[in-house]
């Protein structure tokens, strides 16, 4: 029985059938194409054998890429403070050998300077020695008896040994060399006479010892100029270029 409706006399009605087939045609050709044999498709070599095909839409594998190398930044840390370290280094290095050059002509500068100044008052400085040492040998015979004595002493120790000796005095130690005179007498070795004579243009302290083989000038005045003398003598002019070197340069 058909379950259509027919409704008659209507003429824009369409039949439609209520269920619905679809038959798809089949390709008489892949009908047509030979079965496939499995035990001679098994039998084929691997290398022979067709790839399966892959699936649409799936990835295709990605190549690998390499790592991306990772910064080290306590490394670059540490080599950036390093090189700060040297570069601060080398620059105090250089200011410092700047320094030491600069102190080594200031030292250069003064010994000139120095040697100047002793050259052009070396005179003068002697000169000023001497008086004040006269100064100091004038008041210590002023106060102290024994130094007539022991000028007589040496004298006569100093002088060619002779029995007999005239000793020329001040007046004003005529006094104390008669205290001492018989204990010259007795230390001193073969004399037999000592004279003692006064004259004032000797200055106290100071004597002049004769004999008939020798004479003796034992006077201040001789003595200051011997000692000038020596004193000159151990400090010579300083001859030109002699220039006491700067000191040793300094090691950082």
Request: proline letters at 7%; hydrophobic letters at 35%.
């Amino acid at each position: 029985m058909s379950l259509s409706k027919v409704y008659k006399q209507d003429a824009s009605f369409t039949p439609t059938p209520l269920v619905q087939r679809e038959i798809e045609e089949v390709d008489h050709q892949e009908l047509q194409q030979e079965p496939v044999d499995v035990n001679e498709a098994a039998s084929q070599p691997a290398h022979e054998k067709q790839p399966l095909p892959e699936p649409e839409g799936a990835p295709l594998p990605q190549e690998s890429q390499p790592a991306e190398e990772k910064i080290d930044i306590q490394a670059l840390q540490e080599e950036a403070y390093n090189q700060g370290v040297a570069d601060t280094t080398a620059q105090y290095q250089r200011q410092l050998e700047t320094v030491i050059k600069t102190f080594e002509t200031i030292c250069q500068k003064i010994d000139e300077t120095r040697n100047s100044i002793l050259e052009r008052y070396r005179g003068d400085i002697i000169n000023t020695v001497i008086e004040v040492s006269q100064k100091i040998i004038n008041q210590e015979l002023e106060t102290s008896r024994d130094v007539v004595a022991q000028t007589i002493e040496r004298s006569l120790e100093q002088a060619i040994p002779s029995e007999e000796f005239i000793v020329t005095i001040h007046p004003d130690d005529l006094n104390s060399v008669e205290h001492i005179k018989a204990g010259l007498m007795a230390r001193i070795h073969g004399l037999k006479n000592l004279i003692i004579q006064t004259d004032h243009a000797i200055t106290r302290g100071g004597c002049m010892v004769e004999s008939k083989a020798c004479f003796v000038d034992a006077t201040i005045e001789t003595q200051i100029a011997s000692t000038k003398e020596y004193v000159e003598e151990i400090t010579p002019p300083l001859e030109d270029g002699e220039i006491s070197g700067p000191p040793e340069s300094l090691e950082p």
